[in-house]
């Protein structure tokens, strides 16, 4: 939630308690405890999936400091995570403090065994507004999965490099473009990856909408499907008005390459002063997500237990 305070109101200002909020999320991890564990602690494997840039003194108490072009924390005014260990048990979990816009919140990593594979369950505490935290997770989330099964990230983001204008993504599924094609025009897979209240009518003209609404209770994000060439093309407008110009035409374009797909994802139309933070981070969150859901064969591995996006 934004803070609005009027000018003239220095008292106002002064004493407004800050809302903070909780996020806790958790993603399937076909690993066992000590790998996973080792993930999480040690700076080598740090650098790979969280930030690129990364320090820890592993006891409690021990110092803990992330930072680089990889580390969302670019974003804030810090511009680095430096914090502590407040809590650690070998093969369990770990929780550090990190700084975000002068507010001190929580990070904590539970591994949970589940037998056969890991669920990791990561809950943030104390996260200030508009901190946009829970897809920048989401990402990092779903490279360390990559790493643990591949021993390399799946799509990391440079947030020293965030598109503005048009905001351009690009990665690989290892599944054919027509399992893509359908995840994102049928109704069934969209409430799955995208959004649950999903709307598609998959013609020129057909509604394409997502049940998001601006603050004012309107409708927005998603419209109409402008252009549609099966298994290969989706373009839809946008509109988000209270955003001011947040972009007005998304395009999805799908090539096929050997047994995967090649996926392009453009959303143009964006004011070139708009801080793009938000759409970024969002595009990149949700295209791993889509990755997630045509490999596995139409599930999600990756879940929100509490908080919202907002977070």
């Not at 903070?20 to 564990?37: A, C, F, M, Q």
């Not at 290969?232 to 096929?256: C, H, I, N, P, Q």
């Not at 791993?288 to 859901?293: Q, S």
Request: hydrophobic letters at 40%; one cysteine or more; a neutral charge.
């Amino acid at each position: 939630m934004n803070a609005c305070v009027p000018k003239g109101h220095p008292v106002i200002l002064a004493t407004m308690a800050i809302e903070k909020k909780r996020l806790k999320v958790k993603i399937r991890l076909d690993s066992d405890p000590t790998r996973i564990y080792d993930a999480i602690t040690n700076p080598l494997k740090l650098a790979i999936w969280f930030c690129n840039k990364s320090e820890i003194n592993l006891k409690l108490r021990g110092a803990v400091h992330f930072w680089g072009d990889d580390c969302v924390a670019t974003t804030f005014k810090e511009k680095e995570i430096k914090g502590a260990i407040i809590a650690l048990e070998p093969n369990r979990q770990m929780r550090f403090t990190w700084p975000i816009n002068g507010t001190i919140s929580e990070v904590g990593f539970q591994i949970d065994d589940r037998g056969r594979y890991c669920d990791l369950i990561v809950s943030h505490d104390k996260v200030p507004p508009n901190a946009l935290i829970m897809d920048a997770w989401i990402i990092y989330l779903y490279n360390l999965q990559s790493l643990l099964k591949l021993q390399r990230p799946a799509y990391r983001l440079d947030y020293s490099r965030l598109d503005t204008g048009v905001i351009k993504r690009e990665l690989f599924i290892e599944a054919l473009p027509n399992v893509v094609y359908r995840a994102l025009t049928d109704v069934a897979d969209l409430r799955v990856w995208f959004s649950k209240d999903a709307e598609c009518e998959p013609v020129v003209g057909g509604k394409y909408t997502t049940g998001w609404k601006d603050k004012a209770g309107q409708p927005a994000g998603p419209r109409e499907i402008k252009e549609l060439v099966e298994n290969k093309k989706l373009v839809y407008d946008w509109d988000f008005a209270e955003e001011g110009k947040s972009g007005d035409l998304v395009t999805w374009e799908l090539l096929r390459i050997g047994e995967r797909t090649r996926v392009n994802l453009r959303h143009s139309g964006f004011d070139p002063a708009r801080y793009n933070k938000d759409y970024v981070q969002g595009w990149h969150a949700y295209m791993l997500t889509l990755k997630d859901f045509c490999e596995s064969g139409g599930q999600l591995s990756y879940g929100v237990i509490d908080g919202d996006w907002g977070v």
